[in-house]
Structure formats: C-alpha cells, structure tokens
C-alpha cells in the first residue's frame, strides 16, 4: 500500500522526530508542505496528515495544502504533537477530510516540547517530549494501521 505523510513541523521539530521514526522502518513517502505544497498525492492508496498544535489545531498551511490539494475517497491518518493539555485539535482538518470522503483509518498524538508565546516566558511546556517511548508508540500505531 503506497502511503505518503504529508506534514508541517518547524518550531522545535517535535512531529517530524515521529515521522522520521516511522519512515526509518517503513516504505514511507514524507512530504513537507512547506517545500512541495504543490504535491500530487493522487498516486497514494494512504495519506498521514502531520502537524505539531498550533492556536489549537492544526498549522494553518496543513489547511490550506488539504483543501487544495488532498484528493477525494482517500484514507487518511493523523499524526500530531502537542505542549499543551489534550483538546479537540483535529476538529478543523477532520472537517476538511470528512468534506472530501475521505475514510479515517486512525490517528495518534503525543506531548511535544512547546515554548509558544507566553509559555517562552516559563521555559516552554512538555519538556523532554515527545519521549522514546512516545516515538515507539507512534511506530507501533503506524504498524498497526
């Protein structure tokens, strides 16, 4: 099954450390929306969908590249990072694959190390995250997909 991870991940790389893993150990394709978000996706049976938790969801250019650009009737998967408490971060691009029929096959988030606005001031959040433990459990969530 040919699977490609499309992804945004800057600030402290927190979510390509999950994806670098993954695709160590798997037949993966990582594409990094930042440098092809013209890429044609229509050649893959899975599309990941990867972004470390910006404002609460997703990086804004995670949107725009699936509204755009992620082909209808796929399954997708989610894979994101997060410093801050769990919350409902897939909400906005859920809403983006479910308007495009795509089939939601699993998604896994860990803490990620987050020094954003007002948390720079403490130090940053969520130290020493994502962990080798969180990184194998991305592994193991992929393998089971």
Known sequence: MKTAIIYYSQHHGNTKKLLDAVARENEVDLI???KRPDADLS????????????YGGY????????????????DVFFLYTHG?????????????????GCREIGAYHCKGFDTFGPF????????????EEEIRGALDFYRGL
């Open 32 to 34: 990094d929306v930042t």
């Open 120 to 131: 720079k001031l403490v130090g940053g959040i969520a130290k020493g995250h994502p962990t």
């Open 59 to 74: 990086a804004r250019q995670m949107y725009a590249f699936a509204q755009e650009r992620l082909p209808e009737g796929k």
């Open 43 to 54: 050649g893959y049976d899975r599309i990941g969908l990867a972004s470390g938790i910006y």
């Open 84 to 100: 801050a408490p769990a919350g409902d971060f897939l909400k906005g691009i859920r809403e983006i694959t479910q308007k495009k």
